[in-house]
């Protein structure tokens, strides 16, 4: 029952993977360790959440899984969930508890993870349960900032709508906007403005995001910019 390949993977855990509560409980009612993890430090719990399966949660944690397990790099079930976009065991785990802040290895929230992929639901109901919207990773980025980025238009409306600080810097001193300035991402770049951005914000190293979309030769940024009336 708990005997694991080299991973360190067990039936148990491939049982939550695939979605299979019907054998969750026979191997509960077998013995089966709730939170026993793979060399990982993944769970039973950390694999269902990442592949949103909603009922096999509500069972382990029934039987006592520890919804803040945190796996090597630190992220627990919730880190997964957001950043593979699965709303509703957003939902699930942190009615169960889940601290909706709590940070990985590198500072990253499970708001973070979310917003850099483009997750849209699942910042929204990160939002609704309490996340701090401005909370920094060990870099100094924020959740709009890797939106921004990523060139993710509505995750960084919704950060914006949730009131995230339009300016907040990075360790280098570089905004949300110079990042999508640096990316090309000219509908990100519009609603940053929009929301005030600073358009001649300075790095640490005195760079403005149209110097920055011009080095990196982002002509459409650039001229959205200028046409936004950057500094030349």
Do not use: C
């Not at 109901?125 to 309490?130: I, P, R, V």
């Not at 701090?132 to 900032?145: K, S």
């Amino acid at each position: 029952m708990d005997e694991a390949n080299n991973n360190g993977t067990t039936a148990w855990y491939i049982a939550a993977q695939k979605g299979h509560v019907e054998v969750i409980k026979v191997l509960l009612e077998a013995g089966a360790v709730v939170n026993h993890a793979i060399n990982t430090g993944h769970t039973a719990l950390h694999v269902a959440a990442e592949k949103d399966q909603v009922e096999v949660i509500k069972v382990l944690l029934e039987a006592g899984a520890e919804v803040n397990y945190a796996d090597n790099e630190g992220r627990t079930a919730l880190h997964g969930a957001a950043q593979n976009g699965h709303p509703e065991v957003v939902r699930t785990l942190a009615l169960a508890g889940a601290e909706v802040n709590l940070a990985d290895n590198v500072g990253r929230t499970a708001l973070f993870g979310a917003a850099y992929h483009g997750r849209v639901e699942a910042v929204r109901t990160l939002l609704e349960a309490g996340a701090v919207v401005d909370l920094a990773n060990n870099a100094g980025r924020t959740a709009l900032w890797v939106a921004a980025e990523k060139g993710h238009v509505e995750a960084t409306r919704v950060l914006l709508e949730a009131g995230a600080v339009v300016d907040q810097a990075n360790n280098n001193g570089a905004t949300p906007l110079f990042i999508a300035a640096q990316h090309g991402h000219v509908e990100v770049i519009k609603v940053l403005l929009e929301a005030g951005a600073d358009i001649n914000h300075k790095t640490n190293r005195g760079t403005t995001p149209l110097a920055r979309a011009r080095a990196s030769n982002q002509e459409a940024a650039a001229q959205a910019l200028v046409q936004a009336g950057a500094t030349v």
